[in-house]
């Protein structure tokens, strides 16, 4: 009876498996690979709670979301890391041409829809910035999200539509929808990914990393977001079906918009942390707060758990 006593008793030492939850929006592009991994790659126990970055400090182990919202988070919780880049995303500005709007210096005195203190208006105002236009001499509008159509009065490509706006400027497959409503014909559409690009990551905390059980199942998930991230780069058609699904879009239109997505694994090198410290300034400007430090965004950008996975 002993052995037996023992063995049980062993068992119960062992550490068992941690169930990750995953913070993300479940409406956006963005984050199906997620959700697809769980179905194919992940063999753990893995669900997606509604969030982002933020549900990291309500228990959940990884979190989901635009670079713009993990800085946002650093700056109260510098225990958060960037673990992995999971899509880098153009975003585009779309202009009904009635508005008179050819080039980006035409934006002034212009109405543009976007989402105040979102990846979304950071890219309006760094690609306007460009042309030497500054917040006020173009004013911003909200409005609805719409990502199949038929899409709401109070939407987007219905505002553009209707004129109630001159442009507006966001994620997909938005933009998409406002380009089919007004008519290829009748729209000028703007973009620049060295100036701004959402870099979709996943993040973690430095004490979840720091515990050997729940940093072994992060690496797995890593690993398995790799195999899936390959599947999204090289065989779309395979996920068009899963995509349209999780997020509610057509996919013609999601064909359409899937080039403006570079699924990773991004680079996260000295050019990540150079881009991240351009924004970083922009967002302690609108924030009214001090910017973070270079080194504090090194130490922001965790490359350990990425290099890790690669080995598995």
């Known amino acids: 009876m002993r052995p037996i006593l023992a ?19 479940d409406a956006w592009i963005e984050h199906t690979p997620f959700g697809y991994s769980h179905k194919n790659f992940y063999k753990g126990d893995a669900s997606i709670i509604s969030g982002g970055v933020a549900s990291l400090a309500s228990g959940a182990e990884l979190g989901g979301n635009a670079e713009t919202q993990g800085l946002k988070q650093y700056v109260t919780h510098k225990n958060y890391r960037l673990i992995y880049i999971v899509v880098e995303a153009t975003y585009r500005l779309v202009a009904n041409k009635a508005s008179g709007i050819k080039t980006l210096a035409d934006f002034k005195g ?7 203190g979102s990846s979304a208006q950071v890219f309006v105002d760094t ?11 173009y004013s911003t509008v909200s409005g609805g999200m719409c990502m199949r159509a038929p899409c709401g009065a109070n939407t987007f490509p219905s505002q553009l539509k209707s004129k109630a706006i001159d442009a507006f400027g966001c994620w997909e497959t938005a933009v998409e929808l406002g380009i089919e409503a007004v008519g290829e014909e009748n729209v000028v559409v703007f973009k620049n990914a060295s100036l701004y690009r959402e870099i979709y990551s996943l993040y973690a905390t430095t004490e979840n990393l720091k515990n050997a059980n ?16 390959d599947v999204f780069r090289n065989d779309p058609e395979k996920v068009y079906p899963f995509v349209a699904k999780e997020c509610g879009v057509d996919i013609p239109v999601l064909r359409k918009v899937w080039p403006e997505h570079k699924w990773g694994p991004g680079d996260m090198g000295e050019g990540l942390i150079d881009f991240l410290e351009r924004e970083d300034k922009y967002l302690a400007k609108v924030d009214k707060r001090k910017e973070a430090t270079r080194e504090e965004l090194k130490r922001f950008v965790d490359t350990s758990v990425y290099e890790e996975a690669l080995k598995l």
């Open 127 to 137: 690609l306007l910035g460009s042309a030497g236009l500054e917040r006020g001499q």
């Open 7 to 25: 063995l049980g008793l062993a068992a119960a030492a062992l550490p068992t498996a941690t169930a990750l939850k995953v913070g993300a929006n």
């Open 110 to 116: 212009k109405k543009i829809g976007t989402f105040s």
């Open 214 to 229: 729940t940093r072994k199942q992060i690496v797995q998930y890593v690993k398995a977001l790799n195999d899936t991230l």
